[in-house]
C-alpha cells in the first residue's frame, strides 16, 4: 500500500502546498528555537545563541528546496510557474498574442480540415470486403446485356463478374410516392461486393432471368425511413415502379453501393427475347479478383474478352470495344480522380501553414530582443541557458495549442465549405465528416507548430549575447544582427505569398475564360424540374393528359414567360445519343454514320431556354403525333452533314423517332459541356418523340426568381398526379455553376489563401519595419535636431523596409513560374506561366509591402528629437 | 566546537533516522540530538538536509507526521515510525551488519 501514501502525499504536494510550506516554515522556526534554548541553556548571550543555532542548521532556503524537492514533484510545479508565466506574457500583449494565435490557427485549421478530407475520402473503405480486389471493367461506350452474358465466365483471374446499372423508381407507400434510387444489377453483384445481408437474403440464381418473381432488396435507409426499421418487412409485397416486389432481404447499415444515395437494389431480367438485350448498352461491368490474380492475368483476361466480342461483333470504328481493354480499382471508377485537386489544395495549405509559422516566429524574434534585457536579468539571478530555452517553448507551445484549439474550431467551420470545392460526388460528402483522428492530429500539429516557431528565439537566446544586452544601453545601431534573420524570414514569407497570390490570379483568369464562353442559352430565371411517372402504374394515355396539363400549368404560373420539356438537362446530363442515316448520302453509311445527340423537346423549350433559331423555324405546336415528322438541328450538325447547302428540307433516319425532314437550325446549345465543341445534336418534336414516356425534365422561365417557381411546380405535381414524382429541382443557373463549379470553388479557395497571404506578408514587413524604427528613434532623433527632412527619412526607411520584400517577390516569381505548372490541369484559356496572372501577384505584394512600411516610416519622420534623445 | 560533519555515510541518515523513531515518536530537533547522544556525539547531524530525509520518509510511507504539543506546551511536527517503517528499519539494519562486517574483515579488524 505504499504507493497509495506515495501519491495521496504527493497530491497534497500539489494541491495543498501553501499549507505544507506553512508546516515547513513551522518546523524550522521550531527547530532554531530549540537550538538556541539549548545553547542558552549552557549559558551563551542569547543573541550568541541565535546566531550560532542558526550556523548550525545552515541556509535555511537550500534546505527549504532539499525539502520540498523530496516531495517529489518538482518537475510538475515547475512546468505549472512555466505555463503561468507564458500566460502572463501572452496576457500581457493582447495584440501580438491574438494576431499570432489567429495566424496560426488559419494555418492548423485549413490543414486539417483538408486531412479529414483526404481521410474520409482516400483512406476511408469502401462499404465492402477487400475493396482493391474489385474491379470496374472499361465503359467507354456502355455494355450490353448479350455482351456481358458473353464474356462473364471469360476470365480466370476474377471470381465473378456482375452487371448493373442506376434507375430511378417510384415507391408507392401510404404516404404517397417517392423517387427511390434504385439499382437493377445481375445476380452476381453480391459475390462480387462480398455483403450479405442483414436480414433475409440477396438474389437467387436465375432471378435476373425472365419469368423469376420480382424481388427487391432494400437498403438500410430506405428500410428505416419508410417502413419503420420493421423486421418482418421480409417477405412483404411492396408496390416498386408499379409493380407489386416482394421484399426479400435488408442491406447491413453503413453498406451502400455505388454510392450513399442508393437504396434499393433489383435484379435485371437478361432475356434474349427482348430487343434491348442485344442492342442497348446501358450497363456497368463489376468483377472481383481471384486472391493473388497477376497484373499478366488480368491482362490476358482482357486480350481473351476482346477476342470473344470481336468474333461476335462488327464493331463500329467510333465505338469498338475491343480497342483499348482495361479495369479500373473500383473506387476511382466511383470517386474519380480527386487527387490532383487535394494534392493542390493541399500544397496551398501546407504553404500557408508554413507562412503562419515564419510570420509568427519572425514576431516572436522581435519580442524576444526585446525582452533581451529580462532574460539577462533572469540569467544573472542564475536561470541556467536551459531554463531559459524551456520557457521560451513553453510559451511557444501554450501559443501552439491555444491556436490549436482555434483551428480545430475553424476546421469544423470550414469544413463544408472545402468539401464542396472538391470535385465529388454528392453522394459522398455525406460521409465525409470532421473525426476525432483529424481532431487529434490538430492537436499534433500545434505542439509541432508551437516548438517549431519556438527555434530562432532559442537559437538567438543559446548563442547568448544577454549580458551583454543588459549592461549596454540601447544603442543607435540598427541592431543588424537581430534584424538579418527577421529580414531572412520577411523575403520567405512575401516569396510564399507571391506564388499563392499567382495561383489565385490563375483561376481568377480561368473562370473570366469559362464565363466567356457561349453556351447558346440564358439560364437567367430558368428553373429546371425533373418529373416521372411510372410506367406500368399509368396508361399512355394518363400520362401525355398529365403532362400536357402540367405544362399548360406551368406556362400559367405567375411570371411565367414560357415552359417546356425535354429529355436531358442542357448542360449536366450527357448521353442519349445514337447513330443518324442521312438521305442521299451513301458516303456517310457503314461505319462513316454520324453520331447525333437525340433531344426531344416541347415548342416553349427554346424559348424557355433563350435558344436562337438561325434557319428556318423551332417546333411548333402544330407538330404533334401524326403530323409529319420534323426535327431541327444544331450548326454543327448542319455544317458537318451539309457543309454550305441549305439543311432546310433535307431528310434523314435516326433509331429514336424514324425518319425526319429538317425544318430549322438553331445556335449551337450546350447540351452536355460548356468546354470543347459542340456535338452533333438532333431537336425532336416532344409530342412526336417522347410523349406518353414517364419521364421529362420541365423547364420554366420566368421574370422573377428561378427558385420561386420549385414549390408551385411540386404542388402542381402533386395535384395533378399523385403517383408521379418530382426529382432533381435546380435553376439552370445552378446547372451551369456546377460545370464552373470546380476552378470556381478552387479559385475561392486559393482566393482565400492568398488573401491571408497578403496579410501574412503585409503583417511580416509592418513588424520587421516598425521594429527597427522603434530601435532606431535615437539615431532618427538626432537626424532630425540635425535638420534633416521628415520626408528624406520617411524614404531611408521604405526603401529599406522595401528591400526584404522586393528579393522575395523576385524569388517568388521565378517559384510560381516553375509551380504553376501544376495548376495546369486546372486551367481553361490561360497558360501556367501567364504574365498577367504573375505581374498581378508581384505588384500586390509590392503594394502591400510599401502599405506596411509606411506607418512606421511615418512614424518615424515625425519623431521629436527631444523626446527621442532623452528616451533611453 | 565541533563542526558539523556533512559527508555521513549516503543512505545511513535515513537508517539512523528509523532507528531513533523505533524508540519513541520524536520531532525533527529532538531527532538530530538522539542521534548525538547516542552516539557520543560522533555523528554530528546536518540539521537542515534532515528535513529532507524526513519529508522523503514520509512521502515513501515509511514514517507519518503530526503536529503535537511539546511538554514546554508548544507545537512541534512529530515523526512516528509506521509498520513499513518497522520492516525497512530491519532491512535496512541487516544490510548495513552484512556490510560492516564485510569492510571490518578487509581492514583487518573483524
Given at each position: 500500500?505504499?504507493?497509495?501514501?506515495?501519491?495521496?502525499?504527493?497530491?497534497?504536494?500539489?494541491?495543498?502546498?501553501?499549507?505544507?510550506?506553512?508546516?515547513?516554515?513551522?518546523?524550522?522556526?521550531?527547530?532554531?528555537?530549540?537550538?538556541?534554548?539549548?545553547?542558552?541553556?549552557?549559558?551563551?548571550?542569547?543573541?550568541?545563541?541565535?546566531?550560532?543555532?542558526?550556523?548550525?542548521?545552515?541556509?535555511?532556503?537550500?534546505?527549504?528546496?532539499?525539502?520540498?524537492?523530496?516531495?517529489?514533484?518538482?518537475?510538475?510545479?515547475?512546468?505549472?510557474?512555466?505555463?503561468?508565466?507564458?500566460?502572463?506574457?501572452?496576457?500581457?500583449?493582447?495584440?501580438?498574442?491574438?494576431?499570432?494565435?489567429?495566424?496560426?490557427?488559419?494555418?492548423?485549421?485549413?490543414?486539417?480540415?483538408?486531412?479529414?478530407?483526404?481521410?474520409?475520402?482516400?483512406?476511408?473503405?469502401?462499404?465492402?470486403?477487400?475493396?482493391?480486389?474489385?474491379?470496374?471493367?472499361?465503359?467507354?461506350?456502355?455494355?450490353?446485356?448479350?455482351?456481358?452474358?458473353?464474356?462473364?465466365?471469360?476470365?480466370?483471374?476474377?471470381?465473378s463478374?456482375?452487371?448493373?446499372?442506376?434507375?430511378?423508381?417510384?415507391?408507392?407507400?401510404?404516404?404517397?410516392?417517392?423517387?427511390v434510387?434504385?439499382?437493377?444489377?445481375?445476380?452476381?453483384?453480391?459475390?462480387?461486393?462480398?455483403?450479405?445481408?442483414?436480414?433475409?437474403?440477396?438474389?437467387?440464381?436465375?432471378?435476373?432471368?425472365?419469368?423469376?418473381?420480382?424481388?427487391?432488396?432494400?437498403?438500410?435507409?430506405?428500410?428505416?425511413?419508410?417502413?419503420?426499421?420493421?423486421?418482418?418487412?421480409?417477405?412483404?409485397?411492396i408496390?416498386?415502379?408499379?409493380?407489386?416486389?416482394?421484399?426479400?432481404?435488408?442491406?447491413?447499415?453503413?453498406?451502400?453501393?455505388?454510392?450513399?444515395?442508393?437504396?434499393?437494389?433489383?435484379?435485371?431480367?437478361?432475356?434474349?427475347?427482348?430487343?434491348?438485350y442485344?442492342?442497348?448498352?446501358?450497363?456497368?461491368?463489376?468483377?472481383?479478383?481471384?486472391?493473388?490474380?497477376?497484373?499478366?492475368?488480368?491482362?490476358?483476361?482482357l486480350?481473351?474478352?476482346?477476342?470473344?466480342?470481336?468474333?461476335?461483333?462488327?464493331y463500329?470504328?467510333?465505338?469498338?470495344?475491343?480497342?483499348?481493354?482495361?479495369?479500373i480499382?473500383?473506387?476511382?471508377?466511383?470517386?474519380?480522380?480527386?487527387?490532383?485537386?487535394?494534392?493542390?489544395?493541399?500544397?496551398?495549405?501546407?504553404?500557408?501553414?508554413?507562412?503562419?509559422?515564419?510570420?509568427?516566429?519572425?514576431?516572436?524574434?522581435?519580442?524576444?530582443?526585446?525582452?533581451?534585457?529580462?532574460?539577462?536579468?533572469?540569467?544573472a539571478?542564475?536561470?541556467?541557458?536551459?531554463?531559459?530555452?524551456?520557457?521560451?517553448?513553453?510559451?511557444?507551445?501554450?501559443?501552439?495549442?491555444?491556436?490549436?484549439?482555434?483551428?480545430?474550431?475553424?476546421?469544423?467551420?470550414?469544413?463544408?465549405?472545402?468539401?464542396?470545392s472538391?470535385?465529388?460526388?454528392?453522394?459522398?460528402?455525406?460521409?465525409?465528416?470532421?473525426d476525432w483522428?483529424?481532431?487529434?492530429?490538430?492537436?499534433?500539429?500545434?505542439?509541432?507548430?508551437?516548438?517549431?516557431?519556438a527555434?530562432?528565439?532559442?537559437?538567438?537566446?543559446?548563442?547568448?549575447?544577454?549580458?551583454?544586452?543588459?549592461?549596454?544601453?540601447?544603442?543607435?545601431?540598427?541592431?543588424?544582427?537581430?534584424?538579418?534573420?527577421?529580414?531572412?524570414?520577411?523575403?520567405?514569407?512575401?516569396?510564399?505569398?507571391?506564388v499563392?497570390?499567382?495561383?489565385?490570379?490563375?483561376?481568377?483568369?480561368?473562370?473570366?475564360?469559362?464565363?466567356?464562353?457561349?453556351?447558346?442559352?440564358?439560364?437567367?430565371?430558368?428553373?429546371?424540374?425533373?418529373?416521372?411517372?411510372?410506367?406500368?402504374?399509368?396508361?399512355?394515355?394518363?400520362?401525355?393528359?398529365?403532362?400536357?396539363?402540367?405544362?399548360?400549368?406551368?406556362?400559367?404560373?405567375?411570371?411565367?414567360?414560357?415552359?417546356?420539356?425535354?429529355?436531358r438537362?442542357?448542360?449536366?446530363?450527357?448521353?442519349?445519343?445514337?447513330?443518324?442515316?442521312?438521305?442521299?448520302?451513301?458516303?456517310?453509311?457503314?461505319?462513316?454514320?454520324?453520331?447525333?445527340?437525340?433531344r426531344?423537346?416541347?415548342?416553349?423549350?427554346?424559348?424557355?431556354?433563350?435558344?436562337?433559331?438561325?434557319?428556318?423555324?423551332?417546333?411548333?405546336?402544330?407538330d404533334?403525333?401524326?403530323?409529319p415528322?420534323?426535327?431541327?438541328?444544331?450548326?454543327?450538325f448542319?455544317?458537318?452533314?451539309?457543309?454550305?447547302?441549305?439543311?432546310?428540307?433535307?431528310?434523314?433516319?435516326?433509331?429514336?423517332?424514324?425518319?425526319?425532314?429538317?425544318?430549322?437550325?438553331?445556335?449551337?446549345?450546350?447540351?452536355?459541356?460548356?468546354?470543347?465543341?459542340?456535338?452533333?445534336?438532333?431537336?425532336?418534336?416532344?409530342?412526336?418523340?417522347?410523349?406518353?414516356?414517364?419521364?421529362?425534365?420541365?423547364?420554366?422561365?420566368?421574370?422573377?426568381?428561378a427558385?420561386?417557381?420549385?414549390?408551385?411546380?411540386?404542388?402542381?405535381?402533386?395535384?395533378?398526379?399523385?403517383?408521379?414524382?418530382?426529382?432533381?429541382?435546380?435553376?439552370?443557373?445552378?446547372?451551369?455553376?456546377?460545370?464552373?463549379?470546380?476552378?470556381?470553388?478552387?479559385?475561392?479557395?486559393?482566393?482565400?489563401?492568398?488573401?491571408?497571404?497578403?496579410?501574412?506578408?503585409?503583417?511580416?514587413?509592418?513588424?520587421?519595419?516598425?521594429?527597427?524604427?522603434?530601435?532606431?528613434r535615437?539615431?532618427?532623433?538626432?537626424?532630425?535636431?540635425?535638420?534633416?527632412?521628415?520626408?528624406?527619412?520617411?524614404?531611408?526607411?521604405?526603401?529599406?523596409?522595401?528591400?526584404?520584400?522586393?528579393?522575395?517577390?523576385?524569388?517568388?516569381?521565378?517559384?510560381?513560374?516553375?509551380?504553376?505548372?501544376?495548376?495546369?490541369g486546372?486551367?481553361?484559356?490561360?497558360?501556367?506561366t501567364?504574365?498577367?496572372?504573375?505581374?498581378?501577384?508581384?505588384?500586390?505584394?509590392?503594394?502591400?509591402?510599401?502599405?506596411?512600411?509606411?506607418l512606421?516610416?511615418?512614424?518615424?519622420?515625425?519623431?521629436?528629437?527631444?523626446?527621442?534623445?532623452?528616451?533611453? | 566546537?565541533?563542526?558539523?560533519?556533512?559527508?555521513?555515510?549516503?543512505?545511513?541518515?535515513?537508517?539512523?533516522?528509523?532507528?531513533?523513531?523505533?524508540?519513541?515518536?520524536?520531532?525533527g530537533?529532538?531527532?538530530?540530538?538522539?542521534?548525538?547522544?547516542?552516539?557520543?556525539?560522533?555523528?554530528?547531524?546536518?540539521?537542515?538536509?534532515?528535513?529532507?530525509?524526513?519529508?522523503?520518509?514520509?512521502?515513501?510511507?515509511?514514517?507519518?507526521?503530526?503536529?503535537?504539543?511539546?511538554?514546554?506546551?508548544?507545537?512541534?511536527?512529530?515523526?512516528?515510525?509506521?509498520?513499513?517503517?518497522?520492516?525497512?528499519?530491519?532491512?535496512?539494519?541487516?544490510?548495513?551488519?552484512?556490510l560492516?562486517?564485510?569492510?571490518?574483515?578487509?581492514?583487518?579488524?573483524?
Amino acid at each position: 500500500m505504499r504507493w497509495v501514501s506515495d501519491i495521496l502525499f504527493r497530491l497534497r504536494a500539489i494541491f495543498a502546498r501553501s499549507a505544507m510550506e506553512r508546516d515547513l516554515e513551522d518546523e524550522f522556526a521550531f527547530h532554531l528555537e530549540r537550538e538556541t534554548e539549548k545553547h542558552i541553556a549552557r549559558g551563551m548571550d542569547p543573541d550568541e545563541a541565535v546566531r550560532l543555532a542558526r550556523i548550525g542548521f545552515g541556509g535555511e532556503e537550500r534546505f527549504k528546496e532539499g525539502a520540498r524537492e523530496s516531495w517529489g514533484v518538482t518537475a510538475l510545479t515547475d512546468l505549472g510557474s512555466d505555463l503561468r508565466f507564458a500566460a502572463r506574457q501572452l496576457l500581457k500583449n493582447p495584440a501580438f498574442s491574438s494576431l499570432a494565435a489567429l495566424t496560426l490557427a488559419l494555418g492548423i485549421g485549413g490543414t486539417v480540415a483538408l486531412f479529414s478530407v483526404v481521410n474520409g475520402l482516400m483512406l476511408r473503405p469502401l462499404p465492402f470486403p477487400e475493396e482493391d480486389r474489385v474491379m470496374s471493367f472499361w465503359m467507354d461506350y456502355n455494355w450490353r446485356g448479350e455482351e456481358f452474358d458473353l464474356v462473364k465466365d471469360v476470365p480466370e483471374s476474377f471470381e465473378s463478374i456482375a452487371a448493373y446499372s442506376s434507375l430511378g423508381y417510384t415507391l408507392r407507400t401510404e404516404a404517397g410516392s417517392t423517387l427511390v434510387r434504385t439499382l437493377v444489377a445481375s445476380v452476381e453483384l453480391w459475390d462480387v461486393l462480398g455483403v450479405a445481408p442483414s436480414l433475409g437474403r440477396t438474389f437467387l440464381p436465375g432471378e435476373d432471368r425472365p419469368g423469376a418473381e420480382e424481388v427487391v432488396v432494400l437498403g438500410h435507409g430506405i428500410w428505416q425511413r419508410e417502413f419503420g426499421g420493421d423486421p418482418d418487412v421480409v417477405g412483404r409485397r411492396i408496390r416498386f415502379d408499379g409493380v407489386p416486389h416482394t421484399v426479400v432481404g435488408v442491406m447491413p447499415e453503413g453498406f451502400y453501393f455505388p454510392t450513399p444515395e442508393w437504396d434499393a437494389y433489383v435484379p435485371l431480367d437478361l432475356d434474349p427475347a427482348d430487343g434491348a438485350y442485344a442492342n442497348n448498352g446501358w450497363l456497368v461491368l463489376l468483377g472481383r479478383l481471384r486472391p493473388g490474380a497477376s497484373e499478366a492475368g488480368i491482362d490476358r483476361d482482357l486480350s481473351a474478352i476482346a477476342a470473344v466480342l470481336d468474333e461476335r461483333y462488327d464493331y463500329s470504328t467510333r465505338w469498338d470495344k475491343t480497342r483499348d481493354p482495361y479495369v479500373i480499382p473500383v473506387r476511382e471508377y466511383l470517386l474519380g480522380d480527386v487527387r490532383p485537386a487535394i494534392l493542390l489544395l493541399f500544397a496551398t495549405v501546407g504553404l500557408l501553414l508554413l507562412m503562419s509559422c515564419v510570420n509568427v516566429t519572425a514576431l516572436i524574434l522581435t519580442k524576444t530582443v526585446d525582452r533581451t534585457r529580462e532574460m539577462s536579468v533572469r540569467a544573472a539571478l542564475g536561470a541556467g541557458r536551459a531554463r531559459l530555452a524551456r520557457q521560451v517553448l513553453t510559451e511557444s507551445i501554450l501559443l501552439g495549442l491555444v491556436s490549436g484549439v482555434l483551428g480545430m474550431a475553424l476546421a469544423t467551420g470550414l469544413f463544408d465549405v472545402l468539401v464542396a470545392s472538391l470535385p465529388i460526388d454528392p453522394a459522398f460528402r455525406t460521409s465525409l465528416g470532421v473525426d476525432w483522428i483529424t481532431l487529434l492530429s490538430a492537436l499534433v500539429l500545434a505542439v509541432v507548430a508551437g516548438s517549431a516557431i519556438a527555434l530562432a528565439p532559442i537559437r538567438n537566446l543559446l548563442r547568448g549575447e544577454l549580458s551583454e544586452g543588459a549592461l549596454t544601453r540601447r544603442s543607435g545601431g540598427n541592431g543588424l544582427h537581430a534584424g538579418r534573420m527577421q529580414r531572412a524570414l520577411v523575403v520567405a514569407e512575401v516569396l510564399l505569398a507571391v506564388v499563392l497570390v499567382t495561383g489565385a490570379a490563375l483561376l481568377v483568369r480561368t473562370v473570366e475564360q469559362l464565363r466567356a464562353l457561349d453556351p447558346g442559352l440564358d439560364p437567367e430565371g430558368v428553373m429546371t424540374v425533373g418529373v416521372v411517372v411510372s410506367e406500368d402504374e399509368t396508361t399512355e394515355a394518363e400520362r401525355r393528359v398529365f403532362f400536357q396539363r402540367l405544362l399548360e400549368r406551368t406556362e400559367a404560373l405567375p411570371g411565367v414567360t414560357a415552359a417546356g420539356y425535354i429529355n436531358r438537362l442542357p448542360l449536366r446530363d450527357g448521353g442519349y445519343q445514337g447513330s443518324v442515316t442521312i438521305e442521299g448520302r451513301p458516303d456517310l453509311e457503314g461505319v462513316n454514320r454520324p453520331n447525333a445527340m437525340y433531344r426531344p423537346v416541347s415548342p416553349g423549350t427554346f424559348e424557355a431556354l433563350g435558344v436562337e433559331v438561325r434557319q428556318g423555324r423551332g417546333i411548333e405546336p402544330t407538330d404533334i403525333a401524326g403530323s409529319p415528322l420534323v426535327a431541327v438541328v444544331n450548326e454543327t450538325f448542319a455544317r458537318t452533314v451539309w457543309g454550305d447547302e441549305n439543311p432546310i428540307g433535307r431528310r434523314y433516319t435516326t433509331g429514336f423517332v424514324g425518319t425526319v425532314e429538317v425544318v430549322g437550325v438553331v445556335a449551337d446549345v450546350a447540351v452536355a459541356d460548356l468546354v470543347g465543341a459542340q456535338p452533333m445534336t438532333g431537336f425532336y418534336a416532344w409530342d412526336q418523340a417522347q410523349a406518353g414516356t414517364g419521364s421529362g425534365i420541365l423547364l420554366a422561365k420566368t421574370t422573377g426568381l428561378a427558385t420561386s417557381l420549385a414549390a408551385p411546380i411540386r404542388a402542381l405535381v402533386a395535384e395533378l398526379e399523385p403517383r408521379a414524382a418530382v426529382g432533381g429541382v435546380q435553376t439552370m443557373e445552378e446547372a451551369m455553376e456546377g460545370e464552373m463549379a470546380e476552378p470556381l470553388r478552387l479559385r475561392f479557395f486559393l482566393g482565400l489563401f492568398s488573401a491571408l497571404g497578403l496579410v501574412l506578408g503585409t503583417v511580416g514587413v509592418y513588424g520587421v519595419v516598425s521594429y527597427s524604427v522603434h530601435r532606431r528613434r535615437t539615431e532618427f532623433g538626432i537626424r532630425m535636431a540635425l535638420g534633416a527632412e521628415p520626408g528624406t527619412l520617411l524614404g531611408t526607411v521604405i526603401r529599406q523596409g522595401m528591400v526584404p520584400v522586393v528579393l522575395g517577390v523576385v524569388g517568388g516569381a521565378a517559384v510560381a513560374l516553375l509551380a504553376s505548372r501544376t495548376l495546369s490541369g486546372f486551367l481553361f484559356g490561360v497558360e501556367p506561366t501567364d504574365p498577367l496572372s504573375l505581374a498581378s501577384a508581384a505588384g500586390s505584394l509590392l503594394a502591400a509591402g510599401v502599405a506596411a512600411a509606411l506607418l512606421p516610416a511615418w512614424r518615424a519622420s515625425t519623431t521629436d528629437p527631444a523626446v527621442a534623445l532623452r528616451s533611453d | 566546537m565541533p563542526k558539523p560533519q556533512d559527508d555521513m555515510i549516503r543512505g545511513t541518515l535515513d537508517m539512523l533516522i528509523l532507528r531513533v523513531l523505533s524508540l519513541e515518536p520524536m520531532h525533527g530537533w529532538g531527532i538530530s540530538e538522539r542521534i548525538q547522544q547516542m552516539s557520543d556525539a560522533a555523528l554530528q547531524v546536518n540539521q537542515g538536509s534532515l528535513y529532507a530525509s524526513l519529508h522523503r520518509l514520509t512521502r515513501q510511507g515509511w514514517v507519518k507526521s503530526e503536529w503535537r504539543v511539546t511538554q514546554n506546551n508548544r507545537r512541534a511536527r512529530y515523526y512516528i515510525l509506521t509498520r513499513a517503517g518497522e520492516r525497512q528499519l530491519g532491512v535496512e539494519s541487516d544490510q548495513w551488519a552484512k556490510l560492516s562486517d564485510a569492510v571490518d574483515r578487509v581492514m583487518g579488524l573483524a
